[in-house]
């Protein structure tokens, strides 16, 4: 393998330091090491984070293949600074199977850029009404522990409550896609003041937070592990507040753009801004900032979700849900978090690799930037100040809703158990890597 010293690195944005990276582990850290190397890289300003690990990922491979595969959703997560994610399992066919999971795992190792731990779908054909082969994903080669059927909801509390148990044996988390179905009928965006005036259909915050109360009461009965995709409102952060309170099992997740946009921006009509759930309202951003600066929300998801340009550039009342996300979240959370003040880099390692990978229960992943442990990093510049471009994406997809807004911070390097996957800001094409 080849060898890397990393020169004047800030760990967690404490002082500069040196890190020698040997057969895919952190060999030794230190100011001014005197040690050998292949490559020896000038890190003066930039901050080291382990590499981020994403709960919440679409890579549409099997079947979409129109919109990302495996390999050029692996090439986006690199660029973006994660070496794990876990893609969801809406795909065609539906990953309700250990041979589709096992299809896609193999496919993440094939790539190289990053790990892919498969997400299994809860319910058959995610239609709700019958249980998947749970037992049979998490005993495959994929070792599913993470199920949902995200993108529709396991509304039959008889149906989640069975998952709650089944998954319970081996240690699985069911994450929740919160959505009330029978209360978002025809919703085309958040239900408030917007949408009265835009005469769009409203997506009431209750149709989440109704869900989410269900869900934490029946983890607490049935005594299993429950994690909430995408949260979005300040209700549903209360009532998780509540849960964790009760010191019940149950984490969540916040994706950058609820961090950061609001529905004021669906005003313009512009199909890039529909998303679900929905983009709330200013004070719902602030309640999800606060939730997870003071852990209430454990981790950033980004729920990067690629469609092709047909399928947004057209009339919003057609056009498909979704947000590209990858290559530009950790930009984000600087923007809404650490340039904010409500976490330091330290909080941000947190958020999105140590909690992300402990929920995940991915082992190699989320680790300590300490010697021996795996070399999952990432290095990255917050002096960076950019226009976010889509053409340069590494996504086949180009549905982005930072288009032309300057966002602080870039990516400079990559590295997956001790293989640069980006360096200078740019891919690697080399060894194994496709």
């Given at each position: 393998?080849?060898?890397?010293?990393?020169?004047?690195?800030?760990?967690?944005?404490?002082?500069?330091?040196?890190?020698?990276?040997?057969?895919?582990?952190?060999?030794?850290?230190?100011?001014?090491?005197?040690?050998?190397?292949?490559?020896?890289?000038?890190?003066?300003?930039?901050?080291?984070?382990?590499?981020?690990?994403?709960?919440?990922?679409?890579?549409?491979?099997?079947?979409?293949?129109?919109?990302?595969?495996?390999?050029?959703?692996?090439?986006?997560?690199?660029?973006?600074?994660?070496?794990?994610?876990?893609?969801?399992?809406?795909?065609f066919p539906v990953a309700d199977t250990a041979g589709v999971v096992e299809q896609v795992?193999?496919?993440?190792?094939?790539?190289?850029?990053?790990?892919?731990?498969?997400?299994?779908?809860?319910?058959?054909?995610?239609?709700?009404?019958?249980?998947?082969?749970?037992?049979?994903?998490?005993?495959?080669?994929?070792?599913?522990?993470?199920?949902?059927?995200?993108?529709?909801?396991?509304?039959?509390?008889?149906?989640?409550?069975?998952?709650?148990?089944?998954?319970?044996?081996?240690?699985?988390?069911?994450?929740?896609?919160?959505?009330?179905?029978?209360?978002?009928?025809?919703?085309?965006?958040?239900?408030?003041?917007?949408s009265g005036e835009l005469g769009l259909g409203g997506w009431p915050a209750v149709a989440?937070?109704?869900?989410?109360?269900?869900?934490?009461?029946?983890?607490?009965?049935?005594?299993?592990?429950?994690?909430?995709?995408?949260?979005?409102?300040?209700?549903?952060?209360?009532?998780?507040?509540?849960?964790?309170?009760?010191?019940?099992?149950?984490?969540?997740?916040?994706?950058?753009?609820?961090?950061?946009?609001?529905?004021?921006?669906?005003?313009?009509?512009?199909?890039?801004?529909?998303?679900?759930?929905?983009?709330?309202?200013?004070?719902?951003?602030?309640?999800?900032?606060?939730?997870?600066?003071?852990?209430?929300?454990?981790?950033?998801?980004?729920?990067?979700?690629?469609?092709?340009?047909?399928?947004?550039?057209?009339?919003?009342?057609?056009?498909?849900?979704?947000?590209?996300?990858?290559?530009?979240?950790?930009?984000?959370?600087?923007?809404?978090?650490?340039?904010t003040g409500l976490l330091n880099w330290e909080g941000v390692a947190d958020r999105m690799?140590?909690?992300?990978?402990?929920?995940?229960?991915?082992?190699?992943?989320?680790?300590?930037?300490?010697?021996?442990?795996?070399?999952?990093?990432?290095?990255?510049?917050?002096?960076?100040?950019?226009?976010?471009?889509?053409?340069?994406?590494?996504?086949?997809?180009?549905?982005?809703?930072?288009?032309?807004?300057?966002?602080?911070?870039?990516?400079?390097?990559?590295?997956?158990?001790?293989?640069?996957?980006?360096?200078?800001?740019?891919?690697?094409?080399?060894?194994?890597?496709?």
């Amino acid at each position: 393998m080849v060898t890397y010293l990393i020169r004047n690195a800030q760990i967690l944005g404490g002082a500069p330091q040196d890190l020698h990276l040997v057969d895919g582990a952190i060999a030794a850290i230190g100011a001014g090491l005197d040690a050998q190397a292949d490559i020896e890289i000038d890190a003066t300003g930039l901050i080291v984070l382990p590499g981020l690990v994403d709960l919440h990922t679409h890579l549409r491979e099997p079947g979409r293949e129109d919109a990302e595969t495996v390999l050029t959703g692996t090439r986006a997560a690199a660029m973006g600074g994660f070496t794990a994610v876990h893609a969801m399992a809406n795909t065609f066919p539906v990953a309700d199977t250990a041979g589709v999971v096992e299809q896609v795992w193999r496919l993440g190792q094939e790539s190289g850029y990053c790990d892919v731990q498969p997400v299994g779908a809860v319910t058959v054909g995610l239609e709700g009404k019958k249980l998947a082969e749970l037992g049979a994903m998490h005993e495959s080669a994929a070792g599913v522990r993470v199920f949902s059927d995200d993108g529709k909801c396991v509304d039959d509390a008889v149906i989640m409550r069975r998952a709650l148990e089944y998954v319970k044996a081996f240690d699985g988390v069911v994450a929740q896609h919160a959505q009330e179905p029978r209360l978002t009928e025809g919703a085309q965006m958040n239900e408030g003041q917007v949408s009265g005036e835009l005469g769009l259909g409203g997506w009431p915050a209750v149709a989440e937070e109704a869900i989410i109360a269900r869900d934490v009461l029946l983890a607490a009965h049935v005594g299993s592990r429950l994690h909430i995709c995408h949260v979005s409102t300040a209700g549903s952060v209360e009532i998780i507040r509540w849960a964790k309170a009760k010191g019940w099992d149950v984490t969540a997740e916040v994706t950058p753009h609820h961090l950061l946009l609001t529905d004021e921006l669906v005003r313009s009509y512009d199909p890039v801004y529909k998303v679900n759930p929905p983009l709330r309202t200013a004070e719902d951003v602030q309640a999800l900032r606060k939730a997870l600066a003071d852990g209430t929300i454990d981790a950033v998801a980004t729920d990067h979700a690629p469609h092709p340009a047909e399928d947004k550039d057209c009339e919003w009342a057609v056009a498909a849900m979704g947000m590209v996300g990858l290559e530009t979240a950790l930009s984000v959370v600087q923007q809404t978090m650490v340039d904010t003040g409500l976490l330091n880099w330290e909080g941000v390692a947190d958020r999105m690799s140590h909690r992300p990978a402990r929920i995940g229960r991915l082992a190699g992943h989320g680790r300590p930037i300490s010697l021996g442990e795996p070399a999952n990093l990432v290095l990255f510049d917050p002096a960076y100040r950019g226009a976010v471009n889509p053409e340069s994406f590494a996504s086949r997809s180009r549905n982005t809703p930072y288009q032309g807004l300057d966002l602080p911070g870039r990516v400079h390097a990559t590295f997956l158990r001790g293989t640069a996957t980006v360096l200078a800001g740019e891919l690697v094409e080399q060894g194994g890597l496709a």
